[in-house]
């Protein structure tokens, strides 16, 4: 999303230039606007709120848009709570290894991804599970949460540990006959 939507901002800026350069090539001493045409709209009581207004909107959006890029995409650490009432951190990557290497083990699972996200109180995982050719989707897909995500979330001490499981088939060349 992000690369289209800098690809359209980028062609509507560079078509904009293009038609600011054309405009003003009427003759060398044109200019863009002349005295008349920024006149022309200052007896006209919504003109200035109207342009406030659409600046800020832009404004306001590409603060969004710049936050939006900062914001990180992956959780650093997931805080565990204790009995006595504090908490301990741990290790984001340490997490998501330790699942993958669950997921990895079991029966049908020849790769898996795993990547956390939400919050530090409220982690969400996503796997993703290249199954072999021996896999049964159903079985695997319930072994990953009746072992993997929920050993990984009564260890960390969560309340919940919902995940997004995406599973797709290894790829394998054509058996050739001889």
């Known amino acids: 999303m992000n690369r289209l ?7 509507a800026l560079m078509a904009a230039g293009a038609a600011a350069l054309l405009a003003g090539r009427r003759s060398p001493d044109s200019v863009l606007l002349t ?13 200035w709120p ?6 800020s909107v832009l404004v306001l959006l590409a603060l969004w848009w710049a936050l939006a890029q900062l914001r990180r995409r992956r959780l ?7 009995d006595d009432g504090t908490g301990a951190r741990l290790r984001g990557r340490a997490l998501e290894a330790a699942l993958r290497a669950d ?26 599970l290249v199954l ?5 989707p ?14 990984a979330r009564i260890s960390a001490g969560l309340p ?13 060349g054509a058996e050739r006959a001889r």
Do not use: C
């Open 35 to 47: 005295r008349a045409d920024r006149a022309r709209w200052r007896a006209e009581d919504w003109w």
């Open 76 to 82: 650093d650490d997931v805080l565990v709570p204790l």
């Open 5 to 11: 939507l800098l690809g359209v901002l980028g062609a």
């Open 160 to 172: 919940h540990l919902p995940a997004e499981v995406r599973l797709r088939g290894e790829h394998h």
């Open 50 to 55: 109207g342009v406030i207004a659409a600046l």
């Open 103 to 128: 997921a990895e083990s079991l029966s049908g699972v020849s790769h898996a991804h795993v990547h956390l996200h939400g919050r530090r109180t409220a982690p969400r995982a996503r796997v993703g």
């Open 138 to 151: 159903a079985a695997t897909l319930r072994a990953l949460e009746s072992e993997t995500l929920t050993q």
């Open 132 to 136: 072999d050719a021996r896999a049964e």
